[in-house]
């Protein structure tokens, strides 16, 4: 495509669903608390052909250890203002705990960010 033309016409939606590859921690997580529950609005594409997209993970009490669990996300698009909607590729968001310190990282699309409380 050249200069100035995109994806314009088009919107996205992620799809809620459980985790899975619970491991450490996590497994004593209720499943609800560890369940994908994505923005419910459609998002428009910007002109680069991409959404902004705010991947968390918080609200894990001490004591920490280590664990982790992932969500495999459907990602449905659609033409503005139709009701036909199609799949795009799964989107993997991994979250992993490391230990007692509750240093805890968040990983989708090739991008990570770690933290500690």
Same mark, same amino acid.
């Not at 960010?113 to 500690?116: C, Q, S």
């Given at each position: 495509m050249g200069a100035g033309q995109s994806f314009w016409n $088009?919107?996205?939606l992620e799809a809620p669903g459980p985790a899975s590859n =619970?491991?450490?921690?996590?497994t004593? +997580?209720? #499943? +609800?608390? %560890?369940?994908? @529950? #994505?923005?419910?609005? &459609? =998002?428009? %594409?910007?002109?680069?052909n991409d959404w902004? @997209?705010? +991947?968390?993970?918080?609200? $894990? !009490? +001490? #004591? &920490?250890?280590?664990?982790?669990f992932q969500w @495999? =996300? !459907?990602v449905l698009w659609r033409v503005v203002g139709s009701t036909n909607t199609a799949n795009l590729p799964n989107r993997l968001e991994t979250f992993s705990m490391a230990g007692t310190n509750g240093a805890s990282t968040v990983t989708k699309l090739g991008q990570s $960010?770690?933290?500690?409380p």
């Open positions: $088009v919107e996205c =619970i491991t450490g921690c996590f004593n +997580a209720s #499943p +609800a608390s %560890l369940y994908h @529950d #994505p923005n419910t609005n &459609w =998002i428009a %594409l910007g002109a680069n902004t @997209d705010h +991947a968390s993970f918080s609200n $894990v !009490p +001490a #004591p &920490w250890s280590a664990g982790g @495999d =996300i !459907p $960010v770690t933290r500690t």
